[in-house]
């Protein structure tokens, strides 16, 4: 890999985490941006060479696709292609775009998922503390047969090999990241604090009490759950905080929601998840940005705001839209 110039293709979230983690690997890399994407001069502030996509792309023997999945296929089929010479490395960070067939790369490239299990600027800052967040490989297309041993260099390169990789498929990690991103991590998890918070101030009780209660106590609870698991934070929980976890926990996730879940996984497995997102997206996101302005307006969002600008401990979100 270290014989390899790498194009780092987006400079976001994850873009500039593995663009600067490799760099700082020792490893060759250059961006590629849009001329007027605001992320140049940031880039090129961080000693860093940037190209126009097409560009970078032709330039590089390492292709990283880190651009959003919705917007992939467009990338891939204007900027990358036309500049892929046999024996390339095509690198994903996420499955979904070859998975389902929006992109199809030509049988003479090597095509390889290096999946860090955490946002962006979670696997620079671990990287910069000199430790790293686990990660998932695969490969998707060995024309060379070199495949795995440039993904494992990859993923060695931004830090995941720090904390451990686990090889998998394509399609293995696109369907579990989507199941946990609609059904725990974000959809579910988004829907279940709402739920709490809604129930109690239509009970009557104060927003800020029931903010604190189903969305500010979440993180210390997640963060016992991260350390220990779910045995270890019910040992760190009260008597009574347990016996409600046992007996009522599987009352609100119940036969009904589970079903719900499986469906979700279906659609996912089936694909239809994934044409309904990238309609909605070629039709401009307008229903995206619809459902978004919906959420930022809530009572959640507001309490949440007004509590949150009196935390001075709080550190300022990164990552931010």
């Not at 860093?48 to 023997?61: E, F, H």
């Not at 904390?163 to 399609?171: L, M, N, P, R, V």
């Not at 995206?288 to 949440?304: I, P, Y």
């Amino acid at each position: 890999m270290r014989e390899k110039t790498i194009a780092v293709l987006g400079f976001g979230s994850q873009g500039h985490a593995h663009a600067l983690n490799l760099r700082d690997s020792g490893y060759e890399v250059l961006v590629g941006l849009r001329p007027d994407s605001s992320s140049v001069a940031y880039a090129e502030q961080e000693g860093l060479k940037v190209l126009p996509t097409a560009g970078a792309a032709a330039a590089g023997d390492v292709v990283v696709i880190l651009v959003p999945d919705e917007i992939q296929p467009r990338v891939w089929k204007e900027d990358v292609a036309p500049g892929l010479a046999a024996g390339d490395i095509a690198i994903f960070a996420s499955g979904f775009a070859v998975h389902y067939g929006f992109v199809e790369p030509p049988a003479d490239v090597d095509v390889a998922l290096v999946a860090p299990k955490g946002p962006g600027h979670l696997v620079r800052r671990q990287f910069e503390h000199g430790s790293g967040v686990p990660g998932l490989i695969a490969v998707h297309q060995d024309h060379t047969g070199n495949t795995r041993e440039l993904a494992l260099a990859y993923a060695a390169g931004i830090g995941c090999e720090r904390a451990g990789t686990i090889e998998t498929s394509f399609k293995d990690e696109t369907e579990t990241d989507l199941f946990g991103e609609q059904a725990v991590l974000c959809g579910g998890m988004s829907a279940l604090v709402e739920a709490g918070f809604e129930i109690l101030v239509e009970a009557g009780y104060d927003p800020r009490m029931a903010y604190y209660e189903c969305v500010h106590e979440l993180k210390l609870i997640v963060d016992l759950v991260h350390e220990k698991g779910l045995a270890g934070m019910r040992e760190s929980i009260s008597n009574t905080a347990e016996f409600g976890d046992y007996t009522r926990g599987p009352r609100v996730i119940d036969a009904a929601a589970r079903e719900h879940m499986r469906e979700s996984l279906r659609q996912i497995q089936a694909g239809e998840f994934a044409e309904e997102w990238m309609r909605s997206a070629s039709a401009g996101g307008e229903e995206l940005l619809a459902m978004r302005a919906q959420a930022e307006g809530t009572l959640l969002e507001r309490t949440g705001a007004d509590l949150r600008s009196q935390m001075a401990w709080l550190e300022p979100p990164s990552g931010a839209r």
